[in-house]
């Protein structure tokens, strides 16, 4: 059978663009598919700064009649991570300073055209263009790419079929419906059965009602979206398409975030059987943030965005109690996020001059310099489709402290309290139910117990080091996906519908509307 060809269409790719989690396994995917001998290539915006961070860069198209104006298409090769890329060229959309806010933190105004027109330019190569590769699979990740799958029917293209992977279900992209004939979306999508949702216009909707098939990041994720709790609202449309839905857990990049040979931890290097150098690497990141050099002092690490979804706010109140109750504890920060949490963590690393230290913004070099020295990773969340942090932190020898939530609760083993300490010698970290300052407060106590036993405490550092969760492993089930799709769609005939008639759900609820029950018909 012919290689299947997928564009993975995506607003990020690590190294050339990342906010988050989203970055990382988007690259991590393509680099493993390309690896296993599929055709992958990638189709991203040319943010500022992306073109000089690429080689190899030849024009394929000019696009006339996009959303937001003329684009022009390039394909060019990302040295870093040895992917072909196309960008997707307009200044005028892309040339700014963030990827998804301005310098103040607001969302651009123009987002909507942004993305869409990152749609249509996928859509144009599903179409075929001269120069560059015709896929047989649309890839479309998270809300940024959800109108493909839409377009891709309104054009009629039934030899291509798409893939929606969710990444996160609480980013949803929604814009006013007035919008939809600019951003060329035919009216009879934007039905309350099409991409309308709430009176807007969701891309995120559009994307699970249009696809063929839909994927999302984990298995405990992909039982929770299905229930009101989890489903900020789709989860009817989701029990609908339940059929259709995917968990394919993500993986770790583990050559990117290894401690034997991180660049990051300059000549600092230890893995599970030679962990001397941990030891070292909390030093240096002692030393570095000014914190006390103190070998016994347990310290405690939490890097990631700074929001409600990461319960900044919880451990904004969790932290100053924790470290009253245990003098022997330190805390290390590297984030941003919610402006109000960014400002509580500063003033307690005022307060506790030498034991906790905060550093503000985004940097990727902290990121990995915090996984190494720490002894323990908190990591908060009121829902989390993957998390990869908690594995980042696992392989660095960092023993996460997580919710019982989405992906951690499949990643993260933790026999419970009940057990006692010998069950915990199996454990790789601490789970914790609930979003109060009680309950993570509590957790911590418990790591800190866990901690003092320095016997259990090496057997759990060693277990999650020794956690395979590499991309390999973890594309396999795209790689079958896309090839019982493409094997059901040999191009140029017709397939049969995949969306089945679907029933009406009676209720959803709005995330952001404080619980009244909508009716909702699809
Ligand atoms: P999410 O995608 O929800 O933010 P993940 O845990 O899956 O959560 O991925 C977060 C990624 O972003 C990780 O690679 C993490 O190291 C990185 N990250 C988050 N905040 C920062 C920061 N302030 N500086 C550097 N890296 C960060
Ligand atoms: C999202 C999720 C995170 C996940 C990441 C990569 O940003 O919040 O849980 O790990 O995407 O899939």
Known sequence: MARTRSLMVASEAFPLAKSGGLGDAVTGLAQALSRADTEVGLLMPAYRGVRE????????????????????????????????????????????????QDEHGQPYADNALRYAALAHAAVRMAGGLPGARQPDILHAQDWHAGLVPLLVRA??????????????????????????????????????????????????KAGLRYADRITTVSRNYAREILTPEFGCGLDPLLRARAADLVPIPNGIDDILWNPASDPHLGRIGYSARKP?????????????????????????????????????????QALP??????????VAVIGCGDHRYEQALVELAARYPGRCAVRIGYDEGIAHRLHAGADMLLHGSRFEPFGLTPLYAMRYGAVPIGSRVGGMADTIVDPGELGGDKAMLAATGVLFDGDSPHDMGQAIDRALRLYAQPAVWRCMQRNGMACEFGWDMAARPYIDLFASLAGASPRGQVPAPTIRP????????????GGIPVPLAY
């Open 53 to 100: 961070r690429v080689v190899g860069t030849h024009h394929i198209a000019h696009l006339a009649g996009m959303p937001g104006g003329e684009a022009t298409l390039v394909g060019a090769l990302c040295p870093e991570s040895g992917l072909p890329v196309y960008l997707l060229c307009n200044d005028a959309l892309y040339d700014r300073h963030g990827l998804y």
């Open 155 to 204: 054009a009629g293209l039934r030899y291509v079929k798409t893939v929606f992977t969710v990444h996160n279900l609480a980013f949803q992209g929604m814009f006013p419906l007035a919008c939809a004939r600019e951003l060329g979306i035919p009216e009879s999508y934007c039905t309350d059965d099409g991409a309308r949702f709430y009176d807007q216009l969701s891309f995120l």
């Open 276 to 316: 001397a150098g941990k030891t070292q690497a909390k030093r240096a990141l002692q030393n570095a943030l000014g914190l006390h050099v103190e070998r016994g002092a347990a310290l405690l690490a939490m890097g990631s965005r700074l929001t409600e979804q990461k319960m900044a706010d919880v451990a904004v």
């Open 321 to 330: 109690a924790a470290m009253e109750r245990h003098p022997g504890l330190q």
């Open 502 to 513: 679907e029933p009406v759900p009676a209720y959803a609820r709005h995330p952001l509307d």
